[in-house]
């Protein structure tokens, strides 16, 4: 199937962990899922509260249930070298930004209070990655799936919603979390700060590199936060 590595699907039953039941090609996938199993996310708003805690419910028991072993690690000395690259890119497209992106790098390079347990990681986690059904919310598109740090997932997360809705992302961060610390703990806000400042130049390059892979506005919303918003951490 389209986008699916043929180990997940095992993995995700044997942790009770639901998942479409159909798949289709990627320009038809959307909506044919949305047909057969609920209303699929939108990457330019942000989702209800409702779907935000649902999703934090889904998100903690992937964590908490799926099996890491097996899967290709996500660790820190490639997220670093992605970030740098990341800020290099940015800084070609729109060189005013070199002075933001060395504060943001900075960051991401010195935020550190040592590893967090690994759990499987989906490794794309935003919006446009999930259908909200009538069993929950349930997650689509698994190529990246990976094994690292919760926070990872939870950072990029975050930084699609402060993209989407700016300010008003806080109330939807907050219920997102919510919904996680039903089913586990919340990652530590050490390694969430650092994965938030590696999420955010992934994103801040993405949006500058590939124009309407995410709308325009996401760059100033995105500049806009400095560090992990407080309700985060």
């Known amino acids: 199937p389209w986008g699916v590595p043929s180990t997940i699907y095992p993995r995700l039953a044997a942790a009770g ?3 479409p039941a159909l798949l289709a ?5 959307t909506r044919i899922e949305e047909f057969v199993e609920g209303s699929a996310g939108d990457l330019a708003r942000m989702p209800a509260e409702r779907t ?3 999703a934090g419910i889904s998100t903690a028991r992937w964590h908490r249930k799926v099996r890491p072993d097996g899967l290709a690690p996500s660790n820190r000395r490639d997220l670093v070298e992605r970030a740098r690259l990341s800020a290099t890119t940015t800084s070609r497209f729109r060189p005013e930004l070199q002075p933001v992106l060395e504060v943001r ?3 991401a390079e010195r935020a550190d209070v040592g590893p967090d347990p690994e759990v499987a990681l989906h490794g794309d986690l935003h919006p446009g990655q999930w259908i909200d059904t009538a069993h929950g919310v349930v997650f689509i598109d698994f190529d990246r799936v990976s094994r690292g740090e ?9 930084v699609h919603l402060l993209g989407s809705a700016g300010g008003d992302a806080h109330r939807g961060i907050e ?4 919904g996680y610390e039903r089913e586990w703990r919340w990652p530590s806000s050490g390694r969430l700060a650092w994965h938030f400042a590696a999420a955010q130049l992934r994103l801040l390059e993405l949006a500058v590199r590939r124009p309407g ?3 325009e506005t996401w760059v100033d919303a995105i500049l806009s936060v400095e560090a992990l918003p407080e ?3």
């Open 17 to 19: 962990v639901p998942a």
């Open 25 to 29: 090609e990627p320009d038809e996938h």
């Open 52 to 54: 935000l805690l649902r």
């Open 105 to 107: 790098l900075d960051a």
């Open 150 to 158: 919760a926070a990872e997932d939870v950072a990029n997360l975050i």
């Open 175 to 178: 219920a997102f979390r919510r």
């Open 213 to 215: 892979a995410v709308p």
């Open 231 to 233: 309700v985060a951490r």
